[in-house]
């Protein structure tokens, strides 16, 4: 039986040592590679198998001869107890990762996360509304309560802190908020901060606690009958306002509030009567084309005579606030949103005309149909469009002839 080896290496062996393998005695090894470089390494069998796990480099800035040698006995009584010295360093080399990660992530707070997913996303919204939308909410609902709060530790508690407050009276921007906080601590878990369900989401958990807004609202703008607009756009003839301008322009074209306070002159050609609204202004994302009746013209006519960029600017200069046809129509006492005329607007096609219905909805801009469906519908039947539109502007000024003469606005309302 061969003789085993026990320190055979010398301090000088160990400086002078050619490239290879040499073995010291009980398992420890020097490597020396052809660069030069050395270094320790202990061989061991456990569970019949030979393994080797490194010691540090050797030398006068390493390890020295001695101290290799204690590395080694040290290891040699782990391996004699059952211990496996390579899993070890590996397991103790993963706490210490582990433990460094979540000290760095218990720094992270959900306003750090949430203002990475803004500055990330914004860029794909849709509009400056939607973006400052975002940021105030967040701002004035959620950062007062968990804005420094580790991610990490943000509860279903603390989810009903920001929401129940607001769920009732508000209930439209709590939806909102539930929303956005859901999709930053999805963002959060996605990034490796925190860890389990989401808090913030709906289905099988807030929805467990909080009533659905059906339930707290309506769900529908409110909408004025269709029998009542051309009786309504008579009184507002009587109103001599950008707004009252701007809302009958809205009602006659089926548009959205945003798309009209937002319309700018380089989007229409008065000669063909069209409106082209551009993809970032639409809520769909796509590209949409009005076809402008005799009256929506004649309106278009008068606001031009005002010389601004926008169709419908406002008295100090800029565009017509969001809220001024709101406000007009408080002022008038009705009872609907600008909104809200979108349904009469469907509801006259469905019930008075002949229209197709999916001529009445891209007459709104809806999605129609499925993805098959719109792969093979290339066209958006605007001729189809341009004569439903035109009978809904005859409609809506009956039982007056069209009468393409509106009475401009005078430049000093706008001193």
Not at 119 to 131: F, Q, T
Not at 308 to 324: N, Q, R
Not at 354 to 373: D, P, R
Request: one cysteine or more; glycine letters at 8%; charged letters at 25%.
């Amino acid at each position: 039986m061969p003789k085993k080896l026990s320190n055979v290496l010398t301090p000088l062996a160990v400086k002078n040592a050619k490239p290879g393998r040499h073995a010291d005695g009980g398992g420890l090894h020097l490597l020396v590679k052809e660069s030069g470089a050395r270094s320790w390494v202990y061989r061991f069998m456990l569970n019949g198998k030979s393994r080797d796990i490194g010691l540090g480099a050797a030398g006068p800035d390493g390890i020295s001869l001695s101290q290799a040698r204690d590395a080694r006995d040290a290891l040699r009584l782990k391996v004699k107890a059952g211990i496996d010295p390579l899993e070890e360093r590996q397991r103790v080399a993963a706490e210490a990762l582990s433990a460094a990660q979540a000290a760095q992530v218990a720094g992270i707070t959900f306003k750090a996360v949430a203002e990475t997913y803004i500055g990330a996303n914004e860029g794909s919204w849709r509009n400056d509304k939607h973006r400052q939308q975002w940021k105030n909410t967040l701002a004035t609902y959620v950062y007062p309560v968990i804005g420094e709060l580790p991610v990490a530790e943000v509860g279903t508690a603390h989810v009903l802190q920001i929401l129940e407050p607001i769920w009732k009276d508000k209930a439209e921007t709590a939806s909102r908020v539930r929303g956005r906080m859901e999709t930053i601590l999805d963002a959060a878990k996605a990034r490796g901060y925190r860890e389990g369900e989401n808090p913030a989401r709906w289905r099988g958990h807030i929805a467990q606690i909080l009533p659905a807004r059906s339930r707290l609202t309506r769900g529908h703008h409110k909408a004025m009958h269709y029998e009542a607009i051309p009786a309504f756009i008579g009184d507002l003839h009587e109103r001599k306002a950008v707004a009252a301008l701007a809302l009958e322009f809205a009602i006659l074209t089926a548009a959205r509030t945003g798309e009209v306070i937002g319309a700018k002159w380089d989007e229409v050609d008065l000669d063909k009567a069209i409106w082209t609204i551009p993809a970032s202004r639409m809520k769909a994302g796509r590209e949409h084309r009005v076809p402008l009746s005799l009256r929506a013209v004649a309106i278009l006519e008068s606001a031009k005579a005002l010389r601004k960029e926008w169709l419908f600017p406002a008295t100090s200069g800029g565009k017509l606030s969001g809220m001024a046809m709101t406000m007009l129509l408080r002022r008038m006492k009705v009872d609907a949103t600008v909104h809200g005329f979108r349904s009469g607007f469907r509801d006259w096609a469905s019930e008075c005309t002949g229209y197709a219905h999916e001529v009445a909805e891209m007459a709104l801009a809806h999605t129609i149909g499925n993805k098959v469906e719109r792969a093979y519908r290339r066209g958006d039947l605007f001729e189809k469009r341009r004569r439903l539109m035109e009978d809904w502007a005859i409609y809506c000024t009956n039982p007056r002839a069209i009468d393409r003469s509106v009475i401009p606005i005078r430049q000093e309302i706008f001193a």
